[in-house]
Nanobody, 123 residues
Framework: QVRLVESGGASVQAGGSLRLSCAAS????????MGWFRQTPGKGREGVAT????????YYGGDVKGRFTVSRDNAKNTLYLQMNSLKPEDTAMYYC????????????????WGQGTQVTVSS
Protein backbone atom coordinates (compact mmCIF):
# COMPACT_ATOMS: atom_id res chain seq x y z
CA GLN A 1 0.00 0.00 0.00
CA VAL A 2 1.28 3.46 -0.93
CA ARG A 3 1.32 5.84 2.02
CA LEU A 4 2.46 9.46 1.87
CA VAL A 5 2.67 11.82 4.84
CA GLU A 6 3.69 15.46 4.41
CA SER A 7 5.17 17.73 7.04
CA GLY A 8 6.99 21.03 7.33
CA GLY A 9 4.31 23.50 6.38
CA ALA A 10 4.27 26.75 8.35
CA SER A 11 3.62 30.48 8.24
CA VAL A 12 6.62 32.56 7.13
CA GLN A 13 7.33 36.04 5.89
CA ALA A 14 8.08 36.82 2.27
CA GLY A 15 11.69 36.11 1.42
CA GLY A 16 11.91 33.30 3.92
CA SER A 17 12.56 29.60 3.45
CA LEU A 18 10.87 26.34 4.31
CA ARG A 19 11.60 22.69 3.70
CA LEU A 20 8.73 20.30 3.20
CA SER A 21 9.12 16.59 3.73
CA CYS A 22 7.06 13.66 2.52
CA ALA A 23 7.55 10.34 4.25
CA ALA A 24 6.72 7.47 1.91
CA SER A 25 6.31 3.76 2.27
CA UNK A 26 9.56 2.01 1.42
CA UNK A 27 8.51 0.48 -1.89
CA UNK A 28 7.11 3.81 -3.09
CA UNK A 29 10.22 5.77 -2.32
CA UNK A 30 12.47 3.54 -4.40
CA UNK A 31 10.36 2.81 -7.44
CA UNK A 32 7.80 5.59 -7.93
CA UNK A 33 7.98 9.00 -9.48
CA MET A 34 7.12 11.52 -6.79
CA GLY A 35 6.25 15.16 -6.76
CA TRP A 36 4.85 18.20 -5.05
CA PHE A 37 1.64 19.93 -6.03
CA ARG A 38 -0.18 22.88 -4.54
CA GLN A 39 -3.70 24.17 -4.42
CA THR A 40 -5.43 27.33 -3.28
CA PRO A 41 -9.18 27.73 -2.69
CA GLY A 42 -11.03 28.13 -5.96
CA LYS A 43 -8.09 27.05 -8.10
CA GLY A 44 -7.04 23.75 -9.54
CA ARG A 45 -4.11 21.75 -8.28
CA GLU A 46 -0.86 22.70 -10.01
CA GLY A 47 2.42 20.91 -10.36
CA VAL A 48 5.28 22.45 -8.40
CA ALA A 49 8.13 19.98 -8.79
CA THR A 50 8.56 16.29 -9.55
CA UNK A 51 11.43 13.84 -9.58
CA UNK A 52 12.03 10.41 -11.07
CA UNK A 53 12.49 7.31 -8.94
CA UNK A 54 16.25 7.48 -9.08
CA UNK A 55 16.32 11.22 -8.56
CA UNK A 56 18.09 11.92 -11.81
CA UNK A 57 15.44 13.97 -13.58
CA UNK A 58 13.35 16.80 -12.18
CA TYR A 59 10.49 18.96 -13.41
CA TYR A 60 9.54 22.40 -12.15
CA GLY A 61 6.30 24.20 -12.85
CA GLY A 62 5.13 27.76 -12.64
CA ASP A 63 7.61 30.34 -11.40
CA VAL A 64 9.33 28.19 -8.81
CA LYS A 65 12.37 27.23 -10.85
CA GLY A 66 15.43 28.80 -9.29
CA ARG A 67 13.68 29.19 -5.94
CA PHE A 68 12.51 25.67 -5.13
CA THR A 69 14.51 22.45 -5.21
CA VAL A 70 13.01 18.97 -5.18
CA SER A 71 15.06 16.03 -3.97
CA ARG A 72 14.60 12.58 -2.55
CA ASP A 73 16.52 10.37 -0.18
CA ASN A 74 15.48 6.84 -0.97
CA ALA A 75 17.47 5.46 1.96
CA LYS A 76 15.22 7.50 4.26
CA ASN A 77 12.08 6.99 2.14
CA THR A 78 11.60 10.74 2.02
CA LEU A 79 10.86 13.36 -0.61
CA TYR A 80 11.83 16.98 0.05
CA LEU A 81 10.96 20.39 -1.28
CA GLN A 82 13.34 23.17 -0.32
CA MET A 83 11.58 26.49 -0.84
CA ASN A 84 13.61 29.70 -0.82
CA SER A 85 12.71 33.32 -1.54
CA LEU A 86 9.10 32.59 -0.74
CA LYS A 87 6.43 34.94 -2.08
CA PRO A 88 2.87 35.55 -0.88
CA GLU A 89 1.63 33.86 -4.06
CA ASP A 90 3.30 30.63 -2.90
CA THR A 91 0.65 30.41 -0.19
CA ALA A 92 -1.22 27.14 -0.71
CA MET A 93 -1.84 23.65 0.55
CA TYR A 94 1.07 21.55 -0.64
CA TYR A 95 0.54 17.91 -1.48
CA CYS A 96 2.93 15.05 -2.06
CA UNK A 97 2.02 12.61 -4.82
CA UNK A 98 3.37 9.41 -6.33
CA UNK A 99 2.87 7.46 -9.51
CA UNK A 100 4.50 4.30 -10.76
CA UNK A 101 5.22 5.49 -14.29
CA UNK A 102 4.41 9.18 -14.76
CA UNK A 103 6.85 11.85 -13.62
CA UNK A 104 5.39 14.99 -15.16
CA UNK A 105 3.42 17.89 -13.81
CA UNK A 106 -0.20 16.97 -14.55
CA UNK A 107 -1.81 16.28 -11.20
CA UNK A 108 -4.67 14.24 -12.63
CA UNK A 109 -2.32 11.44 -13.63
CA UNK A 110 -1.00 10.76 -10.15
CA UNK A 111 -2.68 7.93 -8.31
CA UNK A 112 -1.48 8.42 -4.74
CA TRP A 113 -1.69 11.49 -2.54
CA GLY A 114 -0.85 12.66 0.94
CA GLN A 115 -3.16 14.73 3.10
CA GLY A 116 -1.35 18.03 2.49
CA THR A 117 0.57 20.57 4.53
CA GLN A 118 -0.26 24.28 4.61
CA VAL A 119 2.25 26.94 3.62
CA THR A 120 1.35 30.56 4.30
CA VAL A 121 3.60 33.42 3.19
CA SER A 122 2.84 36.90 4.47
CA SER A 123 4.07 40.13 2.92
Amino acid sequence: QVRLVESGGASVQAGGSLRLSCAASAYTSRTYCMGWFRQTPGKGREGVATVTAGGGTTYYGGDVKGRFTVSRDNAKNTLYLQMNSLKPEDTAMYYCAADYSYCGGFYSVYNYWGQGTQVTVSS
